[in-house]
């Protein structure tokens, strides 16, 4: 069981990949059960689990075993949202790599472990997911690295090609992945970049920005249950499913474990779903300007009625006059 999330930024990306290759993005949601409204959200979380199972899946369905290699390639620094932004804030790559990274769990994924050793004029700049996860992690690992390239390119420039690239375990379609990297692959204990130390002086590029952007909302430590279970809420709520039965599931645990773990953090299934319930109808009424019948379908009250007293509940007032105040 692991609880480590990440952002859903390259959700959109495979399914678009899967799409142009003939295949049903459809089947592809349905296979990992994600909603397709985090097609529409790539700054929100999934777990980590749910994308490594994407990325395999749709490597899969496509047969194209270099896919996450060449996602990241041709999405580049930009395909990491803020987390781009803020690498690209620092002056110098060696300072982009060796302080941004720091923030990598708080702005994009969480159980993840990076490094840069420098040594005999060579950088090796690692990757490792300390998350207990085997199905799709060497693809997530050939996403990583196609990220990491792009950052270094950013500032080597374009043509740069690295020393070496180093891959855990028996990579398949290995020419594909070579030729998308434009780099040659080696077996190596983490995912690695290896190249010459002198770059890590590099300046930025003058286009780079100067803003260290971060998300909305942070993402969550794997230890933080009350977190994570909240967000899973708001999950099983777009695939039409509002019981803790299904939030229990997802996280790969029993509805007791669940409860137990959530009372250790001083909260309850019932108190998380009513904040998440009060959040989510909020808005949906205001930012989404959706009705109050049709805030109250999308979470899954029986009638409008119900709906009604319960975010009466939450503000004191009606939804329709909290609507109403809104606009």
Not at 71 to 91: I, K, R
Not at 125 to 137: K, N, Q
Not at 242 to 265: E, N, Y
Request: proline share 5%; net charge positive; aromatic share 6%.
């Amino acid at each position: 069981m692991t609880l480590a999330l990440t952002r859903a930024s390259t959700v959109g990306p495979v399914a678009q990949a899967v799409e142009q290759a003939g295949g049903s993005v459809r089947r592809l949601l349905r296979a990992v059960d994600l909603p397709a409204r985090t097609l529409e959200r790539p700054d929100s979380l999934i777990l980590l689990r749910d994308q490594f199972r994407l990325v395999e899946v749709a490597a899969r369905l496509i047969g194209d075993d270099a896919l996450p290699a060449r996602l990241a390639t041709d999405a580049g620094v930009q395909g990491l949202g803020p987390y781009g932004d803020h690498v690209m804030s620092f002056p110098d790559l060696g300072a982009g790599i060796a302080r941004a990274y720091l923030d990598y769990g708080r702005l994009l994924q969480a159980a993840t472990q990076m490094e840069l050793r420098v040594r005999d004029g060579r950088a090796v700049w690692s990757y490792r997911v300390t998350a207990p996860l085997t199905t799709g992690r060497q693809k997530n690992e050939l996403l990583a690295l196609g990220y990491m390239l792009s950052i270094i390119r950013s500032f080597a420039g374009a043509s740069w090609t690295p020393d070496r690239v180093e891959v855990p375990g028996t990579l398949q379609g290995r020419a594909a992945v070579e030729d998308v990297f434009r780099a040659a692959i080696a077996p190596g204990a983490r995912a690695a970049v290896v190249f010459p130390a002198a770059l890590l002086a590099c300046p930025a590029p003058a286009t780079a920005g100067t803003k260290q952007a971060a998300p909305e909302a942070p993402v969550p430590a794997a230890d933080d249950v009350r977190g994570v279970a909240r967000i899973m809420i708001g999950i099983e709520r777009d695939l039409g499913r509002f019981g803790v039965a299904a939030v229990a599931a997802r996280l790969g645990m029993t509805q007791r474990s669940l409860q137990r773990l959530l009372s250790r953090s001083g909260t309850s299934y019932t108190a998380l779903r009513a904040e998440h319930h009060r959040d989510a109808a909020m808005e949906l009424l205001g930012a989404v300007g959706l009705s109050v019948t049709e805030t109250a379908a999308r979470l899954g009250y029986a009638d409008v009625a119900h709906f009604s007293r319960a975010f009466r509940r939450w503000t004191g007032m009606a939804p329709s006059r909290w609507r109403d105040r809104r606009g």
